[in-house]
């Protein structure tokens, strides 16, 4: 069973749609990140959420982490073909006293086209 | 800041074989954590080290293990290798006061 649910999986749209990503999970994070990765490179972090209700914005991109903190979306406003890669949601869990290991989703594969 | 540099980019071994991958964290990086990722899914965590010490593992057998030193750098060691080993393995690291990763690049491993 996956500890985080992506969807959709696949995404392709024209340039200057928008578009929702969505994270969802039965278990309580202590923090969710989102990553972007593009083909040949590690992901990198787009932004880190903390607080329930939380919403940051970076430019065109709203993200926002649920209530129960044990959700999120992604929302990028009218999306241009660099957007296009892969979106990753991740979590925090515990695995013991000293140490928490970061869960990814399955992934979000966006594709803009012009 | 460096950067998590990984190495090799690529590498072909065929199965059976034994494989170091390296990674190269920033410095005061004190957790690295190292990951799996099949094309087009999310990465799989594999293990994680605090302080030169395994702190937590994901649902990957015993021949997956790993080390990291105290010049900040880390290996990830594959015996008997398995054609469903090929995939990305990544290397990420992290201050301790913060939540996000850094990643490289990855090693790109087939299995023949």
């Known amino acids: 069973t996956q500890l985080l649910e992506q969807s959709p999986q696949f995404l392709s749209i024209q340039e200057g749609e928008n578009l929702t990503v969505y994270c969802n999970s039965s278990?309580?994070?202590?923090?969710l990140q989102w990553y972007r990765q593009e083909p040949g490179e590690g992901p990198v972090l787009l932004v880190t959420?903390?607080?329930?209700?939380e919403v940051k914005k970076l430019k065109r991109l709203t993200f926002q982490f649920g209530d129960a903190r044990k959700d999120s979306s992604l929302h990028i406003t009218a999306a241009q073909p660099g957007d296009t890669g892969l979106y990753l949601c991740a979590g925090h869990q515990e695995q013991n006293q000293a140490g928490t290991a970061l869960i990814f989703g399955k992934g979000t594969t966006l594709s803009v086209s012009s | 800041e460096t950067g998590v540099t990984q190495s090799p980019t690529h590498l072909i071994k065929t199965r059976g074989q034994q494989v170091t991958l390296r990674c190269s964290s920033q410095?005061?990086?004190?957790?690295v954590s190292w990951y799996q990722q099949a094309l087009g899914q999310g990465p799989q965590f594999i293990f994680q080290y605090y302080r030169e010490e395994e702190n937590g593992r994901g649902n990957f057998p015993p021949r997956f293990s790993g080390l990291q030193f105290p010049n900040y750098s880390s290996e990830l060691n594959v015996n008997a290798l398995e054609l469903d080993d090929s995939a990305l393995y990544l290397c990420a690291s992290r201050l301790d006061s913060h939540y996000g990763y850094t990643f490289g690049s990855g090693t790109r491993l087939t299995v023949v």
């Open positions: 959420v903390v607080t329930g209700g």
């Open positions: 410095s005061g990086h004190n957790t």
């Open positions: 278990s309580v994070f202590s923090s």
